[in-house]
């Protein structure tokens, strides 16, 4: 099944990048986030087609301290940016501009007035979201970890395999040179009957 890329809006602060997936009531999302990338897999309700996408960040992140949570018509995430002393982001991605993700013109402030807008949040939650109903990336946050730990398994198993399959060949080897050993004993028998024939 085809995988299409959903609309995606974004602004930021110095501490934090706010992002939204707009997709309604999305069901089996998988969400990857590491200090460098973030990806998103999910099923649209309406039109039950699987969305996804995956980015690099301008710069790093903190998985451990960013949120997510899942609306009725949106995915919201607030994630934390690494170096919190830095300059805003000229770009969400690494790799510049992408014709399907969006400022939020909603909450967006521009760097100069971040400080100066007395309508703005705590220092902790600048976009005064609820917060309450968001979840921490604690299942996701050892994901790099997790893949080289899959990778290690895999590996062991791969391991353990091969010693199996040695050890079924050792075996069919050993059965094999047991028959050959088998009909040389019948050979020789054959052949003392016929000397003995020969004898007689």
């Known amino acids: 099944m085809t995988t299409r890329v959903p609309n995606v809006i974004w602004c930021q602060r110095k501490k934090f990048i706010y992002l939204k ?15 460098t990338h973030f990806s998103f897999k999910g099923v649209g309700s309406i039109d039950k087609t699987n969305y996804g996408f995956e980015i690099e960040f301008s710069n790093e992140v903190d998985p451990k301290t960013s949120k997510w949570s899942i609306k009725d018509r949106y995915v919201d995430f607030l994630i934390t940016k690494k170096d919190v002393t830095a300059k805003y982001w000229k770009y969400l991605c690494k790799d510049g501009k992408k014709h399907w993700i969006k400022v939020d013109w909603d909450k967006y402030v521009d760097e100069s007035d971040e400080e100066s807008d007395g309508s703005e949040g705590s220092d902790e939650n600048p976009m005064n979201l609820d917060l309450n109903d968001y979840e921490n990336f604690e299942n996701v946050e050892n994901s790099e970890e997790e893949e080289e730990e899959k990778i290690e398994e895999e590996k062991k198993e791969e391991v353990e395999e091969k010693k199996e399959e040695e050890k079924k060949e050792e075996v069919e080897e050993k059965k094999e040179e047991e028959v050959k050993e088998e009909e040389k004993k019948e050979v020789k028998e054959e052949e003392k009957k016929e000397e003995k024939t020969e004898e007689k």
């Open 21 to 35: 997936v707009l997709l309604t009531d999305v069901k089996d999302e998988k969400i990857n986030l590491t200090t």
